[in-house]
T-cell receptor
Framework: SAVISQKPSRDICQRGTSLTIQCQVDSQVTMMFWYRQQPGQSLTLIATANQGSEATYESGFVIDKFPISRPNLTFSTLTVSNLSPEDSSIYLC??????????FGQGTRLTVV | KQEVTQIPAALSVPEGENLVLNCSFTDSAIYNLQWFRQDPGKGLTSLLLIQSSQREQTSGRLNASLDKSSGRSTLYIAASQPGDSATYLCAVRGGSQGNLIFGKGTKLSVKP
């Protein structure tokens, strides 16, 4: 199993600012994933982050809005840039490859005012 | 395109009841299926992982089954407790990247 520490757990941010979310895994993992969960909705994949390469973004998500860093095999950050109220969501990171159990961080609840 | 559906969307039961949550998926070419629990405003806690070659998995009062050919899974919760109140999500994994496709969840309320 893997334990992911995600920070911050929640934040309230002003429009136009940015928020950076961190995820630290207690073991080395090849792939990390970032999700968004809008109010009342299920999870939507934002991007997949492999160490040493550019993140792969899903349709509808772009690097300028959601830059991701993956400096090593235990750490990743997601930045949500130029915030608007529509970005108010829960953001989650996860690890776990194709055949292994998926583990999630505790989530970051973002409110944009 | 894989689609995952969970029925019912919400369920309220008295404490002590046994209950079944349903999950269906449209593409049977999956690697595995995983059930999660999510408390309000929080992250996801993994409950059970069923590989595509397996029929069921058990953990305590939880039992999950998988019928890959018919595209169905069920999560059985025995002797429900108020602490079981949460949203339960199922997700299937397919594709080379191990992407998880989620259902919208079943919101369970267990009343004392």
């Amino acid at each position: 199993s893997a334990v992911i520490s995600q920070k911050p757990s929640r934040d309230i941010c002003q429009r136009g600012t940015s928020l950076t979310i961190q995820c630290q895994v207690d073991s080395q993992v090849t792939m990390m994933f970032w999700y968004r969960q809008q109010p009342g909705q299920s999870l939507t994949l934002i991007a997949t982050a492999n160490q040493g390469s550019e993140a792969t973004y899903e349709s509808g998500f772009v690097i300028d809005k959601f830059p991701i860093s993956r400096p090593n095999l235990t750490f990743s950050t997601l930045t949500v840039s130029n915030l608007s109220p529509e970005d108010s969501s829960i953001y989650l990171c996860r690890c776990g490859g194709q055949n292994t159990e998926a583990f999630f961080g505790q989530g970051t609840r973002l409110t944009v005012v | 395109k894989q689609e995952v559906t969970q029925i019912p969307a919400a369920l309220s039961v008295p404490e002590g009841e046994n209950l079944v949550l349903n999950c269906s998926f449209t593409d049977s070419a999956i690697y595995n299926l995983q059930w999660f629990r999510q408390d309000p405003g929080k992250g996801l806690t993994s409950l059970l992982l069923i590989q595509s070659s397996q029929r069921e998995q058990t953990s305590g009062r939880l039992n999950a089954s998988l019928d890959k050919s018919s595209g169905r899974s069920t999560l059985y919760i025995a002797a429900s407790q108020p602490g079981d109140s949460a949203t339960y999500l199922c997700a299937v994994r397919g594709g080379s990247q191990g992407n998880l496709i989620f259902g919208k969840g079943t919101k369970l309320s267990v009343k004392p």
